[in-house]
């Protein structure tokens, strides 16, 4: 008994910045439609954003970054979903 | 893989996640804790015990050392950069230990106890990020900008892994060792960090599993509770957190093997994109130096001033370093003030006076018992790798 309280409590515990984070995109409300926050939600769950803001290149060169996440690196996209990021960061740190 | 191991490993990755997680609520690594899981691009994190180290990347943790870490010769912990590619976890040394399978006969599964009672070996070694400096690449190549700061000297204390592998008693197809840590991608649809060396180089001297850095142990941030140390070659080989050393017949073909850190087998121009295909797996690292002193933009005076630097090379030594204060015109040798020897880097000066007020670029280029020198622009690739071109620095005199 004694066991399981103690792995409900480290679940719980491993789980709460989990918990905390949904919690706080729910109170954000998170507008998915929106590429910013799109790109935002997407790539800022295995990286930090500063990567592609330090970062420059054309609509091809981000297109290959994008589907390099996609098939390489396990990233969860829509083809409309990468072609919104796709244009945002084109748009955003293009050359 | 067996059942148990998977299972054994997964507990071991699920614990160091509840540490981590733990760690994260207390505000162990990062004082701003929501920098793992959300980001906040108006405030950089500091991170404990890191606080003077510039932030490349929050998530996964990315930080370069400044010039000033430069200044000493082993380089301090608080300085020591760190370059993970996934998750970081935090091990209970309780529940941790080392399983050592595969092309092997006698497979093994060692706690820190049983590590501690190999013969211990001490070092000095020179550690650096396969892609420090790749913010000097024109065009820019994609990645994490590093400057100079991504390369580090520890005191390491730990065993050989050709002791523990000898003990293991390979197989004759062992030909690759591959390295698996406790770290665990943000998503579980993202790809493990494993990577491998050539069964050479792991049972080489040099080659060790540490359990200490600077005199204590090693820090979460370094690979806390032992990591490897494959001197000579890129950071990344040195997988830390280390639970799992597999001795394979092949390479191992993971992502970090086939896709990443790879450079083109034949020199391409800048901006050329290549296939995996037609890139090979990165090994030693290649001759190199580097001015910390005085930094780029400097204002000095007409007096003497003490040019200061670095150099270092993969599997070889340095032989010498040559210093250009006028733009390559012309080149003096340099006095090796301290001479780290193989695997460890030099430290070099060179006395100068400038004749007049202006405008002067300074530059270094090392040459090793290889033979090899430092070129003047580095062979462009596309996650700029290897940078090693002759280091230039613009100092204003007057």
């Given at each position: 008994m004694l066991d399981k309280g103690i792995w409900l409590l480290a679940a719980a515990i491993l789980f709460m910045p989990v918990m905390i984070q949904e919690s706080g995109a729910q109170q954000e409300q998170k507008d998915l439609t929106q590429p910013q926050q799109l790109f935002e939600t997407k790539c800022s769950q295995?990286?930090?954003?500063?990567?592609?803001?330090?970062?420059?290149?054309?609509?091809?060169?981000?297109?290959?970054?994008?589907?390099?996440?996609?098939?390489?690196?396990?990233?969860?996209l829509t083809n409309a979903e990468a072609e919104i990021i796709v244009d945002y960061l084109t748009r955003e740190y293009g050359k | 893989m067996k059942t148990d191991e998977l299972s054994r490993r997964s507990f071991i990755k699920k614990a160091g996640q509840l540490g981590a997680a733990l760690a994260l609520s207390k505000g162990i690594f990062a004082k701003n804790a929501t920098a793992q899981a959300q980001e906040k691009p108006a405030e950089k994190p500091v991170f404990e015990g890191k606080e003077k180290m510039i932030v490349l990347s929050s998530k996964p943790i990315?930080?370069?050392?400044?010039?000033?870490?430069?200044?000493?010769?082993?380089?301090?912990?608080?300085?020591?950069?760190?370059?993970?590619?996934?998750?970081?976890?935090?091990?209970?040394?309780?529940?941790?230990?080392?399983?050592?399978?595969?092309?092997?006969?006698?497979?093994?599964?060692?706690?820190?106890?049983?590590?501690?009672?190999?013969?211990?070996?001490?070092?000095?070694?020179?550690?650096?990020?396969?892609?420090?400096?790749?913010?000097f690449f024109e065009p820019k190549a994609s990645g994490n900008q590093w400057k100079k700061g991504g390369?580090?000297?520890?005191?390491?204390?730990?065993?050989?892994?050709?002791?523990?592998?000898?003990?293991?008693?390979?197989?004759?197809?062992a030909k690759h060792v591959v390295f698996d840590g406790a770290d665990e991608p943000f998503v579980p649809t993202a790809p493990d960090f494993?990577?491998?060396?050539?069964?050479?180089?792991?049972?080489?001297?040099?080659?060790?599993?540490?359990?200490?850095?600077?005199?204590?142990?090693?820090?979460?941030?370094?690979?806390?509770?032992?990591?490897?140390?494959?001197?000579?070659?890129?950071?990344?080989?040195?997988?830390?957190?280390?639970?799992?050393?597999?001795?394979?017949?092949?390479?191992?073909?993971?992502?970090?093997?086939?896709?990443?850190?790879?450079t083109p087998i034949n020199p391409v121009k800048p901006g050329t994109k290549v296939l995996p295909k037609d890139m090979a797996v990165l090994t030693d690292l290649d001759v190199r130096s580097i001015i910390f002193s005085p930094s780029d933009g400097a204002k000095i005076s007409t007096e003497e001033v003490l040019i200061k630097g670095y150099a270092w090379t993969g599997d070889a030594e340095i032989e010498r370093v040559d210093v250009s204060t006028d733009s390559g015109k012309t080149w003096q040798k340099a006095k090796i003030v301290k001479k780290g020897g193989r695997y460890v880097w030099s430290l070099w000066e060179y006395?100068?006076?400038?004749?007049?007020?202006?405008?002067?670029?300074?530059?270094?280029?090392?040459?090793?018992?290889?033979?090899?020198?430092?070129?003047?622009?580095?062979?462009?690739?596309?996650?700029?790798?290897?940078?090693?071109?002759?280091?230039?620095?613009w100092v204003d005199v007057g």
């Open positions: 295995c990286h930090s954003l500063d990567l592609p803001r330090s970062n420059r290149s054309d609509r091809k060169g981000w297109e290959e970054t994008v589907g390099r996440m996609r098939v390489s690196y396990g990233c969860k | 990315t930080l370069e050392m400044p010039l000033e870490g430069f200044e000493h010769f082993i380089t301090p912990t608080e300085f020591f950069f760190v370059r993970n590619n996934i998750g970081m976890p935090v091990t209970d040394i309780g529940k941790w230990n080392l399983m050592i399978n595969g092309e092997v006969r006698s497979p093994l599964r060692l706690t820190m106890s049983d590590i501690r009672k190999f013969e211990e070996v001490e070092t000095l070694v020179t550690l650096e990020c396969y892609g420090n400096s790749r913010g390369i580090g000297t520890a005191r390491w204390k730990g065993i050989r892994l050709k002791d523990v592998i000898e003990k293991a008693n390979i197989t004759d197809k494993k990577r491998s060396i050539p069964i050479e180089k792991a049972m080489g001297p040099e080659t060790l599993l540490v359990y200490e850095m600077n005199g204590a142990p090693l820090p979460v941030y370094h690979g806390y509770p032992l990591r490897v140390l494959v001197p000579g070659w890129g950071g990344s080989c040195s997988v830390k957190w280390l639970v799992n050393i597999q001795v394979a017949e092949k390479e191992f073909d993971g992502l970090y093997m086939v896709d990443k850190y790879r006395k100068w006076k400038a004749q007049k007020q202006g405008s002067y670029l300074l530059m270094c280029r090392a040459t090793d018992s290889k033979g090899r020198s430092q070129p003047i622009s580095a062979n462009w690739n596309q996650d700029g790798y290897l940078y090693n071109a002759v280091d230039k620095v």
